[in-house]
Structure formats: C-alpha cells, structure tokens
C-alpha cells in the first residue's frame, strides 16, 4: 500500500512526501519500528541479512525498488549528495542479503539469480550512479558504474526481453570504455555544482635543477619519505624487471640544487618488485621487508642500521610472516606502534587482511585482529594487497587495493581462487584504536571509482586524506589509437579524490590540468609546510595515441607551447591550496607559486602522439 501510494505521489512531482510513503512501505517490510534510514547505518545491514536467511527475495526486492526510487526523487530534485547514498544503499543492500544467504563471502563472488527484477532494479542504480556522476565530471565512476551494470546484465542467462535490452542499451558500454580520466577533451567542460562532492585544485609541475650526480632514473614500487623538508627515495622498479638499488634525495625547499645520492639499505632490490613502505618516529625511519631484522635509517646522519625484532610469546614469526616475505601493504604510526595492513606473502599472492602492529618501545610483534592466511570473514576488509591506508579521529581507515587473483592463478591455477582478473575493491573501513573492531563504513559522496596502487597522503594542515591516480584491471580501457583499434587493457587514472573525516565523504579534486594517468606513484605532504608533492610511478605508454605504429609509444601532455614528455614518469608535481567551492563565488581564481609550470592555466589540454 505505501509503495504504492509513494509511486502515485511521485509521479504528482511531490517527492519529499512520495519519500515517506517509500521509507514507510521499507519499514513495514523490514519489520522495523520507525522509517528505515541508511545514513544512520554502519556496516552491513543485519536486516538485510535476515531477509537472505529467510529466503524473503519478495520483501528484498520491494525494499530494493522503495530505495531506488527514494534516490530517484532527489535525482529529480538535483540532491547529488543524497541521491549518490542512496543508489549505493542499493548496492549494500545486494550484499547483505548475499551474506545472509550463507554464501561465500568472498567479495569476487556474485549472487546470481535469472529472475528480472533482481537484475533490473540493480541495473537502475548502477545506471543513475552514473548518471549522477556524469554531472559532476566524475568520468572514471561513470565507467565503472555502467561496466557493473552491463556486467550485472549479463548474468540474466537467457533472459532478454524488451527492457532488459534497453537497460543494455543505457550503459553504453563502448563509448564510455574509450574515455580517460580524467578525459582531456572534457575537462573544461566539468560544471562545479555541489560544494559538498567537488573542490578546486591546482597541480603545478615542478622545475627540478640537475644535481652534481644527476637526476635519479624512473621508477615505481619504491620505499620513501619525507622528513624536514627532505624527501628520501630508495629502490624501485623501472619498467616490470629492472631493479634500482640506490637512495636519493631532495631538498623540498630549493629544488634548483637538485637530487643528491644518499646511502642505500644493503638488500637486493630485484627480489622486491613491490612496494614497502617507512613509518617514521623521532628521527628514525623503519623499513620492513619480512624478516626479523628491520633496516632503520637515522635521518640526521643519513646512515643505515638493523634492529632485531621477535615475535611476542606464544606467537611464531612462521605464523605472521610465511617465507620471511612481506610487500605491497600500507602501514601508518600512531604513538609508539607501527600499524601494517594487507600486502601478500610467501603464501599467498591473493592478499592478507591481518592487521598486524610493531611496538617501537618493545621491538615485538604482534597479530591484532585479522587472518594471515586467505579468509572470507566479513567482520574484517576484503583480502587485499596495495591497500590505501591513513589515521584520523583515533582510527585506521583503510579503502581501495586489489585482490591479486590472477598471481593465484599463475602459480597455483583456481584452487585457491585464483582467476585470469584480479578483483579490484571500492570500500572503506575503519579499526577504532581503542575499541580495537573493525567497521564496514559508507563509502560515499563523489568517491574515486575501484582502483589499486593508488597514491595517497594524509594531509593534517587540510585535514583530508588525499588520493591521485592508480589503476583498475577490471575495467578494460577500449580507446582506440591512430594506429590501431585495440585499447591497453587496464585503465589508468589522472584524477584526484580528497576524504574529509568530518563528514567521512570523498570529494572529486578538480584541476584544469593533471599529471599524467599513472599507478605506483608516491603522494606524499610535507608537514611542515602542508603543501602534498607527487613523484614517479608508472603508465602504460600505448595508453594515450600516437601518430606511429611504433611498439613503444610516448604520451605527451601539451600546454600553450610547453611540451611535457611523459614516458618514464620521474616528475615532480606540487598540488596548491584547495578551495571548497563556495569559497570562489562563480569566479575562476587560480594563483600558484611562481616557480614551474601552473597546470591549472592550460587553456585546454590536448593528448598528442609522439
């Protein structure tokens, strides 16, 4: 009856009370004593997981089709925030009911069934998601949104009826799979619409002087960081085999005198293709490769050394880290203890969701919560490798990554979930410091779209959490070159995402112009001025067209007369002030340092072919 009724009411255009007569009908639904409202909902939603118990798909799907149109309603009325959190309460909902039907909860696995109405009302939300985010310029989750949907399409088996192939025909697929993010022929034409969901940025390319030993060579996968206003770079990969074993650094403040060598760790870099990460305390920076001894550069001296460390009692060193092996997690300090997540080991390509902390006053580890080995427990975050990772208000956040299946599957085929595409993720969950518990948080607001070995930085002078670029394997780049019709396979992004913890919403970044599409980058702030940098990283060079039909191709990026050749990324990118968008009162006001080129002047930017 009160769907019904909220049907009648908006089609009358009375939106606000068709809304009530929506969250009524959900709450007879769900058996629930007051109006159900995701917003106030963590996690999820144990309801939900009742009605997949209980086999209820009839309730579930009225449920599904009262919040679709409650987000429809504020499309209407142009509420992009909240018609944006509601359309991915869709989703959430799609997922509690999967746990609660006693599945796997693997979250590469999907919940199929050949009934019409179970994949249309999902294929709607993903379709006004991306709709939505269509005018705010979010190209890369309008990609993403309409590749879910097709591929949700696709798992109706036989049925193909008239509205299904409509539904089909609305994603688009092919043309939306040809753009870039951002794309350089659409960027002036992003309208700023929502203080809440957009803010904007300037990225200014750096002019770095040569120092007396030169510059250092590209890379990616490399250990780093700043302290003081020098930023430390050790190590690396440049392209998919050679490995660097040297250390470099740079004065932030006066970039004219250039890189410098500095002492390196006496590892062998060939044998860590991906990335570590330092966690700094005092005047130490702490470097873990999976083995008892950590490398500890003194940074006023610049000097390397190794400190034992140990397991603590009742707790092997075999249990923690299989093989003495340990690399592509994220970690962050809190006090005196180091907090590592994710990454993979001797044991697993797939990826970790243990949690694991080092105390700097004891020298032992220890497990805190989470599995080593390959798990589907959803009290925790996904298995992952490449997470990003960032502590604010007393807790760890952790969001995006990638679990690596397709290594599963090169070394050990599909008997441990491997498969020939990893599963890339777009989540965001919390671990309270105190309470020591994990929280499935909402991942809302104009939020960066699945991707993995992204560059993130939390900046404590604006208080966000700052990402740029990365890459997703899952949503296959269909551009096409002048030399040739076949895309790269893997998307690459350019674009930029802050997190506010205030209202734990992300918001799109936008700049006139952009550093290259690249993964594996370092984004990093230094403190003491506040200002965030980006360096290296990599990027498909057949990524952007070329005029050759060359196997080796270059991107290059032009601004007025200024031509930057992008091939091996060892750039320097400097990311001015953020303005919220309520600030600039209709008027574009862009300033920057004087020093380097101010990306955010091109008057259009253009992808060229070498």
Not at 485 to 497: A, K
């Amino acid at each position: 009856m009160w769907k019904e009724k909220g049907n009648e009411l908006f089609k009358l255009g009375l939106y606000g009370e068709s809304r009530q007569a929506y969250m009524n009908a959900m709450r007879l639904l769900l058996l629930q004593p007051r109006a159900y409202n995701p917003i106030m909902t963590k996690g999820s939603d144990p309801i939900f997981h009742n009605l997949g118990k209980e086999d209820r798909l009839a309730d579930f799907l009225d449920a599904t089709a009262c919040a679709n149109n409650i987000a429809q309603s504020y499309i209407k009325e142009r509420d992009h925030a909240l018609s944006l959190e509601w359309l991915l309460e869709v989703h959430r909902m799609y997922e509690a009911y999967l746990i609660g039907k006693n599945t796997e909860h693997y979250k590469w696995k999907s919940l199929n069934f050949e009934v019409e109405e179970f994949v249309t009302t999902r294929m709607k939300a993903f379709l006004r998601q991306a709709s939505v985010l269509q005018e705010l310029g979010n190209s890369a989750g309008v990609a993403a949104a309409a590749c879910d949907a097709f591929i949700v399409c696709n798992r109706l088996g036989n049925i193909r009826n008239e509205p299904i192939q409509r539904l089909q025909k609305e994603c688009r697929i092919e043309d939306r799979l040809t753009k870039r993010h951002p794309d350089p022929d659409d960027i002036l034409n992003i309208r700023y619409l929502d203080p809440k969901l957009q803010t904007r940025g300037v990225w200014n390319k750096l002019q770095v002087g040569k120092g007396s030993n030169g510059n250092p060579p590209s890379r990616k996968d490399f250990a780093s960081i700043v302290w003081k206003g020098t930023y430390y770079i050790f190590g690396g990969l440049h392209g998919t085999s050679k490995s660097h074993d040297d250390g470099w650094a740079i004065n932030l403040r006066d970039l004219r005198r250039g890189w410098r060598r500095v002492p390196h760790p006496e590892i062998d870099f060939r044998y860590s293709r991906d990335s570590r990460r330092f966690a700094v305390y005092g005047d130490k920076a702490y470097l873990f490769i999976g083995q008892p001894g950590v490398l500890v550069l003194d940074l006023k001296t610049e000097t390397w050394s190794t400190i034992r460390t140990t397991a603590r009692r009742g707790l092997s060193w075999a249990q923690v880290f299989p093989g003495n092996k340990y690399d592509a997690y994220a970690c962050a300090i809190h006090g005196t203890t180091i907090y590592y997540f994710g990454g993979n080991d001797a044991d697993s390509r797939i990826g970790r969701n243990a949690l694991v902390t080092l105390d700097l006053k004891t020298m032992q580890w220890d497990l805190l919560c989470g599995k080593v080995e390959l798990n589907d427990d959803p009290k925790y975050p996904g298995v992952r490798e490449h997470p990003v990772l960032w502590i604010a208000q007393e807790k760890i956040w952790v969001t995006l990554g990638n679990a690596n299946r397709q290594a599963e599957w090169l070394r050990s085929g599909t008997d441990n979930h491997g498969a020939a595409d990893d599963h890339t993720y777009q989540d965001l969950w919390s671990f309270d410091l105190k309470a020591k518990v994990w929280t499935d948080e909402r991942f809302s607001g104009n939020y960066p779209c699945m991707r993995t070995e992204v560059a993130c930085t939390f900046n404590k002078t604006w208080n966000r959490a700052v990402i740029h670029g990365g890459y997703c394997a899952s949503l296959v780049f269909g551009g096409s070159t002048s030399s040739a019709s076949e895309g790269t396979g893997f998307t690459y992004f350019g674009d930029t995402f802050a997190w506010n913890p205030e209202t734990n919403s992300w918001s799109q970044v936008i700049t006139r112009g952009f550093p290259t599409y690249r993964a594996a980058a370092d984004l990093f702030t230094d403190e003491e001025t506040g200002r965030t940098y980006l360096f290296g990283g990599y990027t498909n060079t057949s990524y952007t067209p070329s005029s050759r039909n060359a196997p080796a191709q270059r991107f290059r990026l032009r601004s007025g007369s200024k031509i930057h050749q992008i091939g091996p990324l060892e750039d320097l990118f400097y990311m001015w002030k953020c303005w919220k968008m309520d600030d600039l009162r209709g008027s574009v006001q862009e300033h920057g340092p004087s020093r380097g080129v101010l990306w955010g002047r091109m008057p259009k930017a253009r992808v060229e072919g070498s």
